[in-house]
């Protein structure tokens, strides 16, 4: 194996599989991470030069370290590890699901936690490793529905920094990515979709390829250890008061 690797988690379909051809473009071997998306995952690795596809339930924590540990075992350039997994369920400030709440924290904060951990234990890159860790514009533009989902990836955002400072050799680093509204989520329906992705302050719709562009560019280590790209038009800069699903759909000023 010649080429530097990057494993994806999610990375079946949706931002994750933009990701994986753009890094499958750019050389790179990608390890395609799934749930339960295996027939999304093998037909997606058949079209990258080169590519493997991995399965790992994300809610079972040692699971996805043995994940860590078995690819560390046998990538022998493995730079970058890519958290974009993760489970988007409706709960709101008012009324938190337990059951809701533990599925988010577990698979977008806990797994992706505990793979970094191993990863920069375990992997070998000789110019060093990089971890993404996506986040969500909802870090800075804050509303009360999908509570437990914007707790958890609070709990990402501030792990980011801890990692940070964590690492003797400063050629290992950890960056947030924080999406906005990108591709048709929860329920919405087509038209939902295209009035909800409009509403930041360019008012334009923020492509796949933009978080794939800047996954490439973060896994390049141009930026120091512990930053955050927002990847949103604009979006986090505003104050909206709902999801901008509930603003769309209910034709709220954005």
């Not at 709101?92 to 698979?107: C, D, I, K, L, W």
């Not at 890159?125 to 509570?147: E, H, S, W």
């Not at 978080?211 to 790209?229: K, N, P, R, V, W």
């Amino acid at each position: 194996m010649t080429r530097p690797a990057v494993l994806i988690t999610g990375g079946a379909k949706r931002i994750g599989a933009a990701m994986a051809a753009a890094f499958g473009k750019a050389g790179w071997h990608v390890v395609i991470h799934y749930g339960r998306s295996a027939r999304e995952a093998e037909a997606l690795a058949t079209t990258l030069p080169s590519a493997e596809t991995v399965q790992c339930d994300l809610m079972d924590g040692s699971a996805a370290v043995a994940m860590i540990q078995d690819l560390s075992a046998r990538l022998t350039d493995w730079r970058v590890l890519i958290n974009s997994a993760s489970v988007f369920e409706y709960d709101s400030v008012t009324g938190m699901g337990p059951e809701t709440y533990n599925r988010a924290m577990q698979v977008n904060a806990a797994s992706p936690a505990r793979m970094a951990q191993a990863f920069f234990r375990l992997a070998r890159a000789p110019g060093g490793r990089r971890v993404i860790q996506f986040t969500d514009m909802k870090l800075a533009n804050t509303n009360p529905d999908f509570f437990s989902y914007t707790m958890s990836k609070h709990a990402v955002d501030g792990a980011i920094a801890m990692f940070a400072k964590a690492h003797s050799d400063p050629r290992d680093r950890v960056y947030g990515l924080a999406p906005g509204a990108i591709l048709a989520s929860h329920d919405q329906s087509e038209d939902e979709t295209k009035a909800s992705h409009v509403l930041n302050l360019l008012a334009r719709k923020t492509g796949a390829d933009e978080i794939a562009d800047a996954a490439m560019f973060l896994a390049q280590g141009h930026l120091a250890s512990g930053e955050t790209l927002f990847i949103d038009s604009g979006q986090h800069l505003l104050s909206q008061p709902r999801d901008v699903i509930y603003l769309a759909r209910e034709g709220l000023p954005g």
